[in-house]
């Protein structure tokens, strides 16, 4: 078996991090030192891209204790979990259910979870760009100035023979020698100019997304990928068309483009967790943006033709495609033929096709992350929204429900479904309500947190930010609670239900299928000494332009986001024993800003609203 081989120090950058040595991978083989963040671009062997190799700069021995194998470009890439967040104050923290505490610093690496904190970003970048402005204004004054001393010394030199006949110009030539070609070459303004604009980077930096960020979302793009049977490369032109669709699921305004660069990133991501089926499509086209570009190299890329070559070769050893991973390996040795490191690879390979007699295998299979057994039919929800059949029963009424408020102005309700009973009320609230409700929960967002066991905790499941607000954060959030009550027939007043809860959505964010209502006495929704949760109303507090949907899964319908109307369903039988066909999901945002506010119902207070019955099918 071979010795591995890492990459070159100094010089040579293989795929991945500097400094952290090999890691041992199946059938003997092993990887390039896992990382991807270059800090420096020294003056190195270049590849025939013209792109500066980085250095490597070692902790421990570069070479690896493994017996032998083929190296493969590592799993790191990142700087650790965490990274930058915003250094403003931010809200109630979620805690149990419900419950506000007092003012916590905001999570980091968090920004991808909610759309609210992606457009602060997007103000943390506008002051970049006036940083950028001032840098580049410097810059063309510094340079101006040269092109100035640049053309008058030019000018003596058009008749250099006598040019020094003058005493004065002699004068001149010597004082420049002397002098004036030191200030120029040893000028400090350049890299003054560059200190200030790297100041002014470092005191944003905590506002700025971290490498959590970038990871959750390339794991974003990959979702919509998956669950809109969105194509790489029509992604990659910025088109939103299902592979066999007639038209696209969304015409952005201005579509736009991903690069090179921005592909081999996705792919990157998946490459460091094992997801060989997601990193071969992403890196392919990577790969094929970077061949069209070959001989420009843009200065914000940290990738190039060899980095994805490199991934996209053992990508595709790893999914079994050895033959495939020989020849990805050959290209790569045209533009670095002295990578040893690939060049073991390359023999290592050959050696295995010799010795292989069975055929190669079927390309990757999907990876299930969450092990969720209704994955299909969540996503065919999601893809084409499937309304329930209508039925005489099912029809749109004024409702008053017997209460004094509802009188002059009833709610407009459209009955979605029987079993389970599930009634969208249009007109729910008001542009002005919304808007108000959104500004107030909007300070206080953290990461939206799901039960598991007696505890709370964060999942790539449940991609969101929320906030819980109380009746008495503002008389339209009172003014809402009331509504619910005269609609709903229940009492919505604590401890018999909790506080508004007000969720932002973030990039591709969703909620795989899931019970609203508690399947285990062990579960956080029992601290409130309340019961369980009887019913939910969700009111959808703005439009998204695609995906979004709320999908029953058993039930076998989807409703799409409806601006300012509540969703109300029954979570449990009158029996007191939970609603299997209530099991719901939040499909991915594919496009827009999705905003909602629940409002959860507990079964104690409700006894004489909604009576028990002993018969398991009411």
Known sequence: MLR???????????????????????????????????????????????????????????????????????????????????ISMRGLAVLGLGVLLAWVPPAPAETYTAMLSIRQALGAESRLLQLLRVYLQEESDRLGDLARFYNKVQALHQEPATSVDNPLLAFGLIKRLRSDWLNVVYSEAASENTHELQAGFEALRQELPGSEDLEGAARALMRLQDVYALSVKGLAKGVFEPAGARSPLYRPGQPVALSADDCFHVGKVAYDTGDYYHSIAWLEEAVDLFRLSYGNWNTE???????????????????????????????????????????????????????????????????????????????????????????????????????????????????????????????????????????????????????????????????????????????????????????????????????????????????????????????????????????TVMIYLSSVEAGGSTAFIYANFSVPVVKNAALFWWNLRRNGEGDGDTLHAACPVLAGDKWVANKWIHEHGQEFRRPCSPHPED
């Open 301 to 535: 890329d940290l990738a190039s033709l060899e980095d994805a070559l490199d991934h996209l070769a053992f990508s595709y050893f790893m999914a079994g495609n050895i033959s495939h991973a020989l020849t990805l390996s050959r290209e790569f040795l045209r533009y670095e033929p002295g990578n040893l490191r690939v060049a073991r690879n390359v023999v290592q390979y050959e050696k295995l096709l010799e010795e292989r007699a069975a055929p190669e295998p079927a390309p990757p299979q999907r990876p299930n992350g969450t092990r969720l057994q209704t994955r299909d039919t969540y996503e065919e929800l999601c893809r084409a929204p499937r309304h329930p059949r209508r039925l005489p029963s099912l029809r749109c009424a004024y409702e008053t429900n017997g209460s004094p408020y509802l009188l002059l102005q009833p709610a407009k309700r459209e009955t979605v479904r029987l079993r389970p009973y599930v009634a969208l009320y249009h007109d729910f609230v008001s542009d002005a309500e919304a808007e108000t409700i959104k500004a107030l929960a909007g300070p206080w967002l953290q990461r939206s947190v799901v039960a598991s066991g007696e505890k709370q905790q964060k999942a790539e499941y449940r991609i969101s930010k929320s906030a819980w607000l109380k009746d008495t954060a503002h008389p339209a959030v009172a003014a809402l609670e009331r509504r619910i009550a005269a609609v709903t027939g229940l009492d919505v007043r604590a401890p018999y239900a909790e506080y508004l809860q007000v969720v932002n959505y973030g990039l591709g964010g969703h909620y795989e299928p899931h019970f609203d209502h508690a399947t285990s006495r062990k579960s956080p929704l029992y601290r409130m000494k309340s019961g369980n949760r009887i019913a």
């Open 4 to 86: 591995c081989l890492p990459a070159e120090p100094g010089c040579l950058a293989g795929p991945g991090k500097g400094g952290v040595p090999l890691r041992p991978s199946r059938r003997g083989m092993a990887q390039p030192p896992p990382s991807l963040l270059r800090r420096s671009r020294p003056a190195c062997a270049a590849g025939r891209s013209g792109r500066p190799r980085a250095a490597a700069s070692p902790t421990r021995s570069p070479w690896s204790s493994a017996a032998g194998g083929v190296p493969d470009p590592g799993q790191g890439g990142g700087e650790g979990r965490g990274g930058g967040g915003t």
